[in-house]
């Protein structure tokens, strides 16, 4: 139900946008996230924003990436400049949503993307 796109190998300093769009019968969307996950490493978030806009992100991207979404098109951005070597990861994005299944049901919960590998070389 959740598609992300836009990763990519680019130099440090670089840029990349990264979409997230979702699919399906949705009624609504409360909230967005974006993690990611290296090597090694645990899943950690990066930015998150609500229904109403307010958005916050992780204080190692604070001033290089920014969160936005459209609601129009059940999509979430992640726009990321001066990229850096340790921002290499699989991103994921996710999201708290309500919809409706085939039975005409609202199913609320939340939802995750198949990921989009990210990495910077220096």
């Known amino acids: 139900q959740l598609q992300a796109s836009g990763g990519g190998l680019v130099q440090a300093g670089g840029s990349l946008r990264l979409s997230c769009e979702a699919s399906?019968?949705?009624?609504?969307?409360?909230?967005w996230g974006w993690f990611r996950q290296a090597p090694g490493k645990q899943r950690e978030s990066v930015a998150t924003i609500t229904s109403d806009g307010s958005a916050n992100s992780a204080d190692s991207v604070k001033g290089r990436f920014t969160i936005s979404r459209d609601n129009a098109k059940n999509t979430v951005y992640l726009q990321m400049n001066n990229l850096r070597p340790e921002d290499t990861a699989v991103y994921y994005c996710?999201?708290?949503?309500?919809?409706?299944?085939?039975?005409?049901?609202?199913?609320?919960?939340?939802?995750w993307g198949q990921g989009t590998q990210v990495t910077v070389s220096s």
């Open positions: 399906g019968r949705i009624q609504r969307i409360d909230a």
């Open positions: 996710n999201a708290d949503l309500l919809s409706l299944n085939y039975n005409d049901e609202f199913v609320a919960g939340i939802y």
